[in-house]
Each structure stands twice: as C-alpha cells, then as structure tokens.
C-alpha cells in the first residue's frame, strides 16, 4: 500500500476517520486494537508492448476512461489486463482517420485528446471543429493553454497558435526538449537540455530565466516548477524563475526521465522504475515487473480513475489505488491459496513455466511442507474461532488430514515425515537418501524431518486442541498426533530418529547436543526454547507426566532453562577456537530460528507449567521481540501480543499488512542502488538498511527470511508464494487475540 492523497477517493474514508476519532482503541485488557476501517492498497496492471521495435514516447487518459499511448509507430490503446493478466498495447482502430496522421505528440485539454500532426493540431472532441492548421511539418511538441491555445515547437523554432491561425512564431533560445503550460501564471515554459525560458502569450515573447546542465524533465506544481536533470531534480520558482536550494538527489535514482503532479504529489520517473514523493519526504519506489512492464520509464500521467499511469520502454504499468479493509485483502488471499496453492491438502508453492503466468504454475513439494501447512492451518483456525465459517472449517480438515498422514505414510512410529508425494512423480529425480518408497506402491515419503518442522507441528496441533472444543474430532485428533510426536522424541531420546535408526541432522533435543554448543551459538537457545514448549503442549493436552517430569528434568538438571532465558543481546559469533559444526551456526544470525521461536512461544506462554514461568517466559519473549522490532515484522508482532503486553507495535504490524504486496510473483527486485536509503556496516544479524524497506518495495519472501533482504536478481516471475503462511496466519490471528477487529463498514 502506498499512502497517497487522491481527495476523491479518500474523502469517504477521511470522514469515516473523523467520525471514528481514530483507527485504535482498547481492548479489555488495555491493548491497542486496530479498527479495520478502509485504506488505501496499490496493485498494478500491466500492458506490454507487441513489438520490440516500438519507442512509446506518451499516455495519457481521457475522461471517458479511454487510456492511449503514443508511439513512433501510431496510436496504440489497451487491449484486456487485470491484475496478475497483463495485457498488450495494440494499433488503435476506433478512429480509422488518425491511422493516416502522422502524429507526433498528442496532450490532453479540458480531459479530452488533442493531437499535433504534420499539418494541424486538431481533436475528435468538441465535434471536431478543433483544428489549428501551423505549417510545420516536423512539428513534434506541444502544450494546450487557456482558451484552445497551445505551443508547438519541432525542436528548434517555437510557434503560438491562436483560434486558427499562428500567432507569434520565433526560434528558441536552444533544442527544446519540453514545454508545459502554467494556469496559474497563464504562460509557457520551455525547457532545453542546459535552460529553462519563459514564453508569455499576453506579450508574446520568450525570455531565458535559468542555466543549468543535463535538463531532462519539467512538470509545473503550484506555484513551483519541478526540473528533472540527469543527477537529480530541481525546484524552481514559479514566478521568478529562480533556483529554490540546491539539488534533490537523495531519491531511489537520479537520471529522472519524467516529472508529474498528481494530486499533490510529486511523480518521477527514471531509468530505474517509478517514485512518489510522500508528506514524509520519503519516496514510495515503484521498481521492477512487480509493478512496471520495463524500468526505463518514459511517461507519466494522472489516470481518471484513481490510478497513475506510469508509461515505460516495454509497456505501460497503470498503478491502481483501491479502497479496501485489511478483511477484504484477506478475502483475496484466502482465494489466492485454495485456487492454485494447495498440494495434497498442503500449502505450497508454485513453479511458473511462463514468466508471470500464474496459470502455468506447479504445484511443488518442499522440505518444509509440514511448517507451511502448520502456519497457513493456523491460520485458518484462528479464521474458524473468529468467524465460524464453514469453509474455514473444511480448510481445517483437509489440511489437518495432509499433516497426518505425514505420520502414517512412513513406517517410523511417531516420526512425522517432511512430505509425501506420489511414486516416481519427484522421488526419482530427487536425492534418493531423502524420499523413500512408503509400503503403498503408490506413494513415496521424505526424511530427514527438522526441528523447524516439529515445532510447527505442535504449535497448530496446540492451537487445533484449545481452541476447537465444538469440533471434538478434530479436536481429538490433534491431541493424539500432538502425543504421538512427543512420544517418539521422549522415547528416542529426545531425538528425532529416522528410518535408519539415527537423528536426523536438526532433530536435536538432548543436552549433549544441546549444552556442548559454546552459550553464545543461538541453537543452545532456541533448541531449550523449543523442547520445554512442546513438552509444556503435550502436558497440557494429555495430562502425562513424562511429559512434564522430562520437561522439569531438562530445565533444572540441564540448564535449559538458563538456556532459553538468555538474553538475546548476548546471542553471537562462537569464538575461534570453537569447533567447526559451532562456527557455522553462528556465523549470522538466523532468521529461520525467529520463526521457530515465536511459533514455539505459543506453547511456552499459554500452556506454563505455572504462573512463575510464565512470568519469566514472558519477559524472554518480549526481550526477543525487542531485538526483532528493527524487521517490523507482522507476525513476530502480533505473536507478542499473546502476552498480554499493550506495546506489541501493533502500527508496525498493521503497517506490515497493509503495505504487503497482493502480487507474490518471484520478480526480480533491485534496491541496492538506491540513494534515498542509509546503508549500514555489515553486521551479525545481516542488517542492511537503516530502516527496513516496506514489503512491497523488496522481495516476497517468508517469515523465515531476513526482512533487510532488498534484492533479488534470479528468476524473474518464475514462482509464486502462497498467502498462507506469509499473510493470513498474522492477520487471522490478530483477529483471534482481539488486535484488530473486524471490518468496520464503509460509510
């Protein structure tokens, strides 16, 4: 989402707003609650060009919402495209007398087309009596003035048309590369590669008002003149003339190729995609096929249908801002995941066999099935709890059926396996170590199952058990599989034990796993965190005791709970003289284990052995959280508020779900060449950025992933993620804690 002021569109929601005082209020347990009231999410629909060899020079549209562009090769207009179906640009036919003009510019007067040819400057509009005949064949430039007016120029002599005839005509002070007309000061400016001049229609004259180097655009804001240059923009003063400060080159790039105001924002374009001056003097950054066809922009125009029209050397990308509740995202994503995104009950990725095309997606296994399912299962509980849907429900049992059957489709009693598949589909051309033939010749399994796994696994097992009591089967079932897991850890050991009869490599529980990691390597903590939660979950659930005699065990003869209890700050490098297996767990920090704690959070804090630790959970989870809050990451977030807490930064959260981009293509994204960011010093945790970057603007990436990542440069629009786990688990369980509400109606 980009926070954008189209006055029309928000005047609804800025009402409502008034109304409402604010978008939070409190919970009965003091924590801030966000009302779900309308905002404004962006998405993109993008038209490509059918001809390599085309140059789209302009775009504009009219008011009756017809979109052209201008090309060296004719009109071109708009064929299908929606959102995720691009569209083409294609010849424009509706007027078969323009396919004969030679049309070199066209603008847009009174929100209708006006056109420069070789001969005239003339209009379908108006009944077509606009026509201005100027006798300058290679006439390429031109702005509309007041009272059907306008200056043309070929590039090199300047020409005022009055009703129908020319009225003033006189060579420019040098190339002109530009010209916008000012209503407010009712004249001209035209612009050359090294100045900036005046033509005054009442005097008719043209005066030079400023030098300058590499000018490259102009737009006309208020009472400013913005100018684009190959280094930066420059603002001018609309009434003198006269330089304002110096130049603007903190921007996400600086050969500025296009300059436009749309409602009150300043809109550039250059040779690297797209950018939007915010109230913050922030840029929102529109860059890559995420949001453009091509990142050379050419153009830029205000659409009449709350869009920007962004015009580029491979196409056009038309930037919708729509109006919607953080529900109705959830809606679409909910659609996103069942259409094309479950596997055998899974919640999987897909692989694009054209760029871009969701439709020729497949669906692909992974080693971490079992986690992608847990989340995206998760979230669909929360969503059943809050809403009592029955189709949330029927999402339940089909993907709680997907996670049992990693349990009954291997011979390893309680050993939950990683996927499954049909036989031969992937075994075959997989590694043979890890995808075994189960005992149905129809089906083949994978092993080695992680630790990020099992903790997933419990923590929606957990979530299935204390939340569904009106559905006793599902309800029961996630018990029994919940203590079928914990058994076979419990009884191998407190290890994961595959079907040769070892550990897997991160199926590690014991202490001399464990405690012969040096304090400092983050697995000695995440690993206690993990075990006492699942130990805690399966207590709770079955009322064994080994479960909680084994868990007492580990935290206070092995030190587990000094273990989890350590602070984050002291998490960091193993020394040198560590041995080697400790150095590479510790060489930075690890993303993948924040998802594996704040998953197992849930059962550390919910299901406490008792008060007194669960006071001290608590403060080990929100020490955690203070270490994370640089990400602004959604789920980490909300996740904290199960604590009780009132200060869980539930803006930044909902900031996270706001700005989350709808398309979750794979395109390749490029931010490191930005100059309106501040870079930092390598570091530990791989923070790159002074601040992270908002999720639409940097690459799609899982919980797992570090939120600092800003470039992704392989496999454009090759694959597809899944909403499931990357979006609906952090919203439907903030609906679940009571963190955000639901949808407030629009007025």
């Excluded at 980009?2 to 978008?23: E, G, H, N, Q, Y």
């Excluded at 959102?83 to 036919?93: A, S």
């Excluded at 009225?167 to 407010?184: L, S």
């Excluded at 056009?316 to 995202?329: A, E, N, P, Q, W």
Aim: aromatic content about 12%; proline content about 5%; overall charge negative.
């Amino acid at each position: 989402m980009k926070k954008i002021s189209f006055i029309a569109l928000m005047m609804p929601v800025l009402w409502f707003m008034a109304c409402t005082a604010s978008s939070h209020e409190q919970s009965d347990n003091a924590q801030p609650v966000y009302r779900d009231v309308p905002y404004v999410q962006d998405y993109s629909i993008k038209y490509y060009k059918e001809a390599e060899d085309q140059h789209l020079l302009t775009v504009f549209m009219d008011r009756n919402g017809v979109i052209q562009v201008l090309s060296d090769k004719g009109l071109l207009r708009k064929h299908d495209g929606q959102f995720l179906y691009p569209g083409t640009l294609v010849k424009d036919r509706i007027y078969r007398p323009l396919e004969d003009k030679k049309i070199a510019a066209f603008s847009l007067l009174d929100d209708q087309f006006v056109y420069l040819d070789d001969k005239a400057v003339f209009s379908n509009a108006w009944a077509g009596k606009l026509y201005i005949l100027h006798d300058m064949p290679d006439a390429k430039i031109m702005a509309p003035g007041r009272d059907f007016q306008f200056l043309i120029s070929n590039g090199k002599t300047l020409k005022f048309l009055v009703e129908d005839k020319v009225a003033w005509e006189e060579e420019a002070p040098e190339a002109v590369t530009a010209i916008r007309f000012d209503p407010q000061g009712n004249r001209y400016w035209v612009l050359g590669p090294s100045s900036l001049s005046i033509f005054d229609p009442a005097q008719k004259n043209i005066r030079k008002v400023m030098d300058g180097s590499q000018l490259t655009a102009l737009a006309v804001a208020g009472g400013k003149l913005i100018v684009g240059t190959g280094k930066g923009y420059l603002e001018v003063d609309g009434s003198t003339g006269r330089q304002i400060g110096g130049l603007h080159d903190k921007l996400p790039w600086t050969e500025i190729t296009a300059v436009e105001e749309i409602d009150g924002h300043l809109w550039f374009g250059s040779t690297k995609g797209a950018f939007m001056l915010r109230d913050d003097g922030k840029f929102n950054y529109y860059n890559g096929e995420r949001w453009l066809p091509g990142n050379e922009v050419e153009h830029i125009a205000a659409g009449k249908d709350n869009s920007v029209l962004i015009l580029t050397d491979a196409g056009l990308g038309r930037i919708v801002f729509d109006t919607m509740t953080l529900h109705d995202k959830a809606m679409y994503f909910e659609q996103q995941v069942r259409d094309r995104h479950i596997r055998l009950g899974f919640n999987a990725s897909i692989r694009l066999f054209e760029k871009g095309n969701v439709d020729t997606g497949q669906l692909r296994d992974s080693d971490n099935d079992g986690l992608w399912t847990s989340m995206y299962l998760g979230g669909e509980v929360f969503r059943y709890v809050v809403t009592k849907s029955d189709e949330a429900l029927q999402n339940v049992r089909e993907s709680l059926d997907a996670m049992e059957r990693l349990y009954t489709v291997n011979p390893v009693p309680g050993f939950p396996s990683r996927s499954f598949a049909r036989s031969g589909y992937i075994a075959r051309l997989s590694d043979p170590h890890r995808w075994q033939h189960s005992s149905d010749p129809e089906w083949d399994w994978k092993a080695t199952t992680s630790s990020d796994e099992a903790i997933g696994h419990i923590f929606v097992f957990g979530v299935i058990a204390e939340l569904m009591d009106d559905q006793p089967a599902l309800k029961n079932k996630a018990i029994e599989l919940i203590d079928t897991l914990m058994s076979h850890i419990v009884r191998n050991d407190m290890y994961l034990v595959d079907y040769d009869g070892k550990p897997t490599q991160w199926g590690r529980w014991h202490p001399d796993y464990v405690n012969g990691l040096p304090e400092m390597v983050g697995d000695r903590k995440i690993n206690s965190s993990n075990i006492i939660a699942m130990l805690q979950t399966a207590y709770h659930f079955t009322g064994k005791e080994k479960y909680k005699d084994k868990a007492f065990e580990l935290m206070n003869i092995y030190g587990y709970f000094k273990n989890l209890m350590r602070p984050m700050k002291d998490v960091g490098p193993a020394p040198k003289d560590a041995d080697r297996h400790a150095r590479m767990l510790s060489a930075s920090w690890n993303h993948s284990d924040d998802e594996m704690y704040f998953l197992g959070y849930w059962g550390l804090y919910r299901y406490a052995f008792n008060d007194t630790l669960k006071a001290h959970f608590k403060d080990a989870i929100i020490d955690h959280w203070e270490a994370e809050r640089p990400e602004k990451e959604g789920l980490w977030n909300i996740m904290t508020a199960l604590t009780g807490t009132p200060d869980f930064d539930l803006d930044n959260a909902m900031w996270y779900l706001r700005e989350h981009p709808m398309d979750l293509i794979d395109w390749v994204i490029v931010n490191s060449h930005r100059k309106d960011i501040e870079f930092i010093e390598p570091n530990f945790r791989m923070q790159t950025t002074r601040e992270v970057l908002p999720p639409d603007e940097r690459p799609v990436q899982r919980h797992n992933g570090n939120m600092f990542n800003i470039d992704r440069t392989h496999g454009n629009g090759m694959s597809e993620h899944s909403a499931g786990d990357i979006w609906l688990l952090p919203y439907w369980m903030g609906r679940y804690l009571g963190v955000i509400s639901e949808p407030v109606e629009k007025p």
